[in-house]
């Protein structure tokens, strides 16, 4: 309840503020309008754009991250970090990305950043956000492959609920057709595909035997494949007809989670049994973590993340039909991933210190904790278990298919890729490296990728800042509320990136003597050294308009 209270009180009031500043003007067309091609820029319905973008946004990162840290540093640290990076951080960043781009004719940060900072960053700034993107498709990818193969109490859930997405992406799809070649009013296509989706979830398990058996034979790696062939179809066909209704089924699925959460959290009688606090000095006691930088950049998403401005400048800014609705859909959306992430600690709470699901995966954890709330109101275990995982999976495709899009206009925008075929090829460039990645790593690889994937996306949102502030500056702001953020966030994930490049400079005395090196030692130094210097030339290039006194005198066009 305090989180809640805390979430709506800063959107009323710190929100609102952030607002005033920009001066949010519902009299200027949106890129949506001006630039419709019923393709890419469609304007949305504020109901329905909420639910795409809030479904694109979440995925698994605030209920992975925050369970992890949970799991390492106690729920205490973790839910403190959560609550005030968004409100101060998360909220204020998606909520300027989200208006800079509109202002900038739906222009991506990187776009942005070559109008306003002189030199090559936007080009270091693309580089980074595309390898960002990278690692969220690898992420997130094989944390569903290992969502389709899970076992719960010796009973194989992964294949009904690997059936029930493909169900409910058919749904999404026929809505898609209904709701703009049809004409079929939104709240008629609520009221008939909201259940369909709930009994795609009862449907699943029961699907004749042959379908779960074949489910059940494909491999982690395999559904890996088939889930990159997935990104590949869904980001380059028209977003009406998948990206849209799919999002805006996947919002109300989190809605749902969110309202099951918060009647089991706080009606359920759950004891917190798990230690508000498990560190020891600054290291953690469950694996020797030290608290900070890797509580934030752990924790991720459910905070503050530079993915949501790769959203906000790629498709949502495409889709918004007033600058108005930039509060609700920017700094709104941040903290509803804020109530997600509490809501993902509050699995762990309840857990006792030794207990054998501490041990399960993430995602497990958080299945276990909503099929118990189900429990309450006489949901048995074999429909709120797939129910959940479900529900955790609708949260990824999102995410997967929206980062493939933003990987592929990035790519095109540093190569100069034209049309549909410049397009396709730069979506399968995109996935190619994924692809690679994940059929190299052993299993869950995600566990590999995590580390470098929150502290890239954390670092991301610190650039983003600095070009927003860069942008404020240059139309007679002084952006307090920008820079700062950004300058805690900078210094973060700078810390975390030498600390986990470390362990690969140290065994370059075994890389010389032949020894065996583990290969996430191997690809944790690589690609962070490869971060560190692209974070490191947008810096250099990108904080000299900071220093500079701005010029009110010729402000731009696109000005606050």
């Excluded at 993902?344 to 909503?370: C, R």
């Excluded at 190299?440 to 983003?464: C, D, H, R």
Aim: with cysteine.
């Amino acid at each position: 309840m305090v989180s809640i209270a805390v979430f709506a009180v800063a959107y009323a009031v710190y929100g609102r503020f952030i607002a005033r500043q920009i001066g949010l003007n519902d009299s200027c067309k949106t890129p949506a309008h001006e630039l419709n091609d019923g393709t890419d820029f469609v304007p949305a319905k504020a109901s329905l754009l909420l639910g795409q973008h809030f479904s694109a946004i979440v995925a698994a990162a605030p209920i992975v991250g925050p369970i992890l840290a949970g799991v390492l540093f106690g729920w205490l640290p973790a839910i403190l970090w959560v609550i005030i990076g968004a409100v101060f951080i998360g909220g204020v960043h998606d909520m300027l990305a989200l208006t800079a781009s509109v202002r900038h004719k739906a222009a991506s940060v990187g776009q942005i950043a070559r109008r306003y900072i002189p030199g090559k960053m936007y080009i270091f700034f693309l580089l980074f956000i595309w390898i960002a993107l990278l690692y969220v498709i690898i992420a997130f990818t094989d944390i569903t492959a290992q969502t389709f193969r899970t076992v719960a109490q010796d009973t194989a859930f992964g294949p009904a609920v690997a059936a029930s997405s493909i169900l409910y992406l058919g749904l999404a799809v026929v809505m898609g057709v209904l709701l703009y070649r049809f004409k079929l009013k939104l709240w008629i296509l609520t009221v008939i595909f909201l259940p369909l989706v709930l009994l795609t979830v009862w449907l699943g398990p029961r699907l004749p035997a042959p379908v779960l058996t074949f489910l059940a034979g494909v491999s982690a790696k395999q559904w890996d494949i088939y889930l990159l062939i997935y990104c590949l179809i869904a980001s380059i066909i028209p977003m009406w007809l998948l990206l849209q209704p799919r999002g805006y089924l996947g919002g109300w699925m989190l809605y749902l989670t969110i309202i099951i959460g918060l009647m089991g959290s706080l009606f359920g009688g759950f004891k917190i049994q798990y230690p508000a606090w498990n560190v020891s000095g600054l290291h953690s006691l469950s694996g020797g973590k030290l608290l900070f930088p890797f509580l934030f950049i752990t924790i991720a998403c459910g905070a503050c993340s530079g993915f949501h401005a790769i959203v906000c400048s790629g498709t949502t800014s495409r889709q918004l039909n007033k600058e108005s609705d930039a509060r609700p859909i920017g700094y709104g959306a941040m903290l509803m991933e804020g109530l997600v992430a509490v809501l993902a600690l509050a699995t762990v709470m309840m857990l006792p210190i030794g207990s054998k699901e501490l041990a399960t995966d993430p995602n497990l954890i958080y299945a276990q904790g909503l099929a118990k709330y189900l429990g309450l109101v006489g949901i048995g275990f074999k429909v709120a278990f797939p129910f959940a995982l479900l529900a955790f999976s609708t949260f990824v495709y999102d995410t997967l298919d929206v980062s493939t899009r933003l990987a592929r206009y990035i790519l095109q925008e540093l190569t100069g890729l034209k049309g549909f075929l410049g397009g396709l090829i730069a979506t399968l460039a995109s996935l190619g490296v994924p692809l690679i990645f994940l059929l190299l790593t052993k299993e869950k690889a995600y566990l590999v990728a995590w580390p470098i994937f929150g502290t890239s996306n954390q670092m991301l949102a610190s650039l983003t800042l600095l070009v927003i502030s860069v942008w404020l500056i240059r139309c007679g702001k002084i952006p307090i509320y920008t820079i700062v953020p950004m300058i805690f966030m900078l210094v973060t994930t700078v810390t975390a990136l030498v600390l986990q490049i470390k362990p690969f400079v140290l065994s370059f005395g075994d890389i010389a003597r032949g020894a065996a090196v583990k290969p996430e030692v191997i690809t944790s130094g690589v690609c962070g050294i490869v971060l560190l210097v692209l974070c490191a030339l947008s810096i250099l290039t990108g904080a000299k308009p900071l220093l500079v006194r701005p010029d009110t005198q010729r402000r731009v066009q696109s000005s606050p």
